[in-house]
């Protein structure tokens, strides 16, 4: 047998302590999960170590081969071009070892099941149909990732019963927190519960709750919770797994994540497994053109 290649998470980095100390435990956490993989794990910047050590480590324990994975719910700079600008450099630090890349978590249906969670312990049985939700993202200078945010707030949104479910950002893009706030309120929401959108603890989940706490104090005629981070939840264990899997096998896909047709999301359960038929646009030009280039038959997934 060939021993599977190598796993190293590449993290953010934070100033937290706290937040440092929770990514280092999900990858032992990892590790003992995954006992026949050699497992390792660093930071781009702001807290040790560098990903360049973890490399290393993997070095020093054999390895020719890993997968990389970013773990980082969107795919903005770090995941575009820092991770990847770091693996390039290591390649030519250890000559011989070769390595994948996987893709960031994403709103991947078992993240959004998570989230889910965490504002039903912030609700405590709250009806959620009086509920607005705001997603707080960390934000970037990159609209992609931006908009990412906004897909995995529209993705908790769809089928799951809350009054609508909003965006903002607490770094970098609008709208901040508090403006976030000010359009669930201006949207005539009674009860609001900010839900950060970020895996661990730090400095910006931080500022988060307390923004959330410093409006909410502001307007006291308004009923304003805080929900927690996703955290190191099995789900996550499983997703990070997940996307190792993909990036070892070559298994780069498109949005299957949150595809009705692959994966049973709320409301849309009876979609899945459903064949594509090209569908008939009825402001189309008249001329019989078939959605899909013309091919009559069914697109199965």
Known sequence: MTTPPALLIAGH??????????????????????????????????????LGDAVAELVERGVRRFAAVPLMLVSAGHAKGDIPAALAREKERHPGISYAY???????????????????????????????VLLVGRGSTDPDANAEVFKAARL????????????????????????GLARCAALGARRIVVLPYFLFTGVLPDRVRRQT?????????????????????????????ERYAE????????????????????????????????????????????????????HAH
């Not at 100390?21 to 990892?30: Q, T």
């Not at 893709?103 to 709250?126: I, T």
């Open 156 to 179: 908790l949104w769809e089928g799951r019963g809350y009054a609508g479910v909003e965006t903002a950002f607490v770094s970098l893009a609008a709208p901040d927190v508090p403006s």
């Open 13 to 50: 980095g934070t100033r937290d302590d706290a937040g440092a100390e929770a990514f280092r435990a999900f990858v032992r956490e990892l590790g003992r999960r995954r006992p026949d993989l050699p497992v390792a794990g660093g930071f781009i910047e702001l807290s040790p170590p560098p």
């Open 213 to 241: 706490e410093e409006w909410a104090a502001a307007h006291p005629d308004l009923e304003v919770r805080s929900a927690d981070v996703i955290g190191p939840e099995p789900e996550l264990l499983d997703l990070v797994l």
């Open 102 to 132: 996987g893709r960031p978590l994403g709103p991947h249906p078992a993240l959004l099941n998570v989230l889910e969670r965490r504002l039903d312990e912030a609700l405590g049985g709250q009806d959620r149909s009086e509920v607005t």
């Open 247 to 298: 990036a070892v096998e070559g298994d780069l896909r498109m949005n299957c994540d949150s595809c009705v047709y692959r994966i049973a999301l709320p409301g849309f359960e009876d979609k899945v497994g459903l064949p594509q038929q090209p569908h008939f646009h009825p402001d189309d030009d008249g001329h019989g053109h078939h959605h899909h280039g013309g091919h009559a038959h069914d």
